[in-house]
């Protein structure tokens, strides 16, 4: 097994939208190493994390059941949303997902009656990014929550002053074992009560001073990855030079730091006798 998939991961349905696009690849090892059964998103829009998840569990053969929801209607962060952004979504997800991934187009409220209490393995909160409406889903949804699931929080970090994620988080990560991402707006990751790592990569994200290192690996991977789009999208021979050079020593310093983070790991699993 690839102890960082997510070091060669090639994200296929990324969007114009870009603030999830560097949290994928912690995405793509979250599903490799705790491997969660049941995964609600609350929040899909155009879906890049969705189909960062759904194409994670593809990859390694993980049969596991996906639910976006979302109205697709829209709200005062998102702008307007029109039918076509949905067609796109569900087309896409027909097409790539369709045993795998089930879409909602309802209210968090109204899907709420039809998961119960203690269900679901990784939850998503990526909602209106209010005060208010933050805290409520949080509240109605951390109960669906397993006692050793994972939830994540998006927009932690955002500067933009409409979003009190941030906020909202300040309060909340003192309750709970947490960690963080800074980068791509932020991402908190918030482990259940009862969640225990069950293998050396979990154990590391609980690791305040391993932590630090999977910051910096994971930020890499996703300069790199903004590097490679800018190239993509260069109109002039020369930008498209210039930002492939750029990603390809930001790749080089994702690889070297991720030969160190195998380190530990790889020890763990010899003296388990894996």
């Not at 076509?84 to 009656?113: G, M, P, W």
């Not at 963080?180 to 690791?207: I, T």
């Not at 910051?215 to 903004?226: A, D, E, N, V």
Request: proline share 3%; glycine share 6%.
């Amino acid at each position: 097994m690839k102890i960082f998939p997510s070091l060669n991961f090639e994200p296929k349905f990324l969007s114009d939208i870009e603030s999830w696009h560097g949290h994928v690849f912690f995405a793509r090892d979250i599903i490799q190493w705790t491997r969660p059964k049941i995964i609600v998103e609350l929040g899909v829009h155009k879906g890049d994390s969705l189909f960062a998840f759904a194409q994670s569990c593809t990859e390694v053969r993980h049969s596991a059941s996906i639910v976006g929801i979302d109205h697709w209607r829209g709200d005062e962060h998102a702008g307007p949303i029109g039918d076509a952004i949905y067609d796109q979504v569900h087309c896409t997800s027909r097409e790539h997902f369709d045993k795998l991934v089930e879409l909602r187009k309802c209210t968090f409220s109204e899907a709420l009656n039809h998961f119960a209490d203690e269900s679901v393995d990784l939850l998503h909160l990526d909602g209106l990014h209010s005060y208010d409406s933050v805290c409520k889903d949080f509240e109605d949804w951390f109960p669906k929550l397993k006692k050793d699931g994972i939830m994540l929080l998006h927009d932690i970090s955002s500067q933009d002053p409409n979003f009190e994620v941030g906020k909202f988080w300040n309060e909340l990560k003192g309750r709970f074992r947490n960690t963080y991402f800074e980068h791509s707006q932020g991402l908190a990751v918030l482990f259940g009560a009862s969640f225990r790592s069950r293998n050396r990569y979990s154990h590391m994200l609980l690791n305040p001073n391993s932590m630090s290192v999977y910051r910096t690996y994971y930020g890499l991977l996703s300069t790199r990855l903004r590097l490679k789009r800018k190239a993509t999208n260069a109109k002039f021979p020369f930008e498209r030079q210039l930002y492939d050079s750029e990603a390809n020593v930001v790749d080089d310093a994702a690889q070297r730091l991720a030969r160190i983070l195998k380190l530990p790991i790889l020890l763990h699993q010899l003296l388990a006798g894996k």
